[in-house]
């Protein structure tokens, strides 16, 4: 998209520490990790613009370390941080992530206005339900299995009770060490061709299908 339309990449600053955890992992001596993958790095805070539209980043960390929030008008777009108010809420379990700071950054994203659209990243669906990718933060608030009414003890035991149980997806590790890099995939070696590192024993413990 940037190639055909001249558009500047973004994304949030903590992209930095998420190369540096992978970079480790994923052994690249070589790999810059100041984020000069993308054209500008936002901050918690900071604000740009659409068009005519008015935009304000906030820093929603806990599922990933850069997760971020992007609040545009009466639309907050979440990440992975909150899915639909049948289903729930990110896991905390992938490296960098923590179940009490992605409580935090919920709880920030519930004090947004009660109309506040949600914006969800993907849709499970349960009960074989069509797709949905909206809410607003009063739904959330009230019928989020994972948040209504329950304390912050509560989320954090049920988060490492329900992450324990769940299998990593099949591609992290193919899709990480593209996603580190901006979407650029790795280097051709010396033989001119490019290669996906898959190592073996970086996430031991996980449950794999």
């Not at 599922?63 to 899915?83: E, K, Q, R």
């Not at 003890?153 to 580190?180: F, G």
């Amino acid at each position: 998209m940037k190639e055909k339309t001249g558009a500047p990449t973004a994304i949030g600053e903590h992209v930095t520490k998420v190369q540096a955890l992978w970079k480790e992992i994923y052994h690249w001596p070589d790999m810059p990790t100041d984020g000069r993958q993308w054209d500008k790095l936002f901050a918690e805070g900071d604000t740009f613009t659409i068009g005519e539209l008015k935009a304000r980043v906030m820093h929603s960390p806990g599922h990933t370390l850069a997760s971020i929030t992007y609040v545009i008008g009466d639309a907050a777009f979440v990440h992975d941080t909150l899915f639909q108010p049948d289903f729930g809420t990110a896991r905390a379990d992938f490296p960098g992530g923590d179940a009490k700071v992605l409580w935090n950054s919920i709880q920030q994203i519930l004090a947004l206005p009660d109309a506040t659209r949600v914006f969800t990243g993907h849709d499970y669906m349960p009960n074989g339900r069509e797709p949905q990718w909206e809410s607003t933060v009063a739904e959330q608030r009230e019928r989020n299995p994972h948040l209504a009414r329950v304390s912050e003890a509560e989320y954090i035991a049920l988060r490492h009770k329900r992450d324990s149980e769940l299998p990593m997806p099949k591609l992290i590790l193919h899709s990480l060490q593209v996603n580190a890099r901006g979407g650029q995939l790795p280097e051709p070696e010396a033989n001119g061709k490019r290669y996906l590192k898959i190592p073996l024993d970086a996430l031991e413990g996980a449950a794999w299908d």
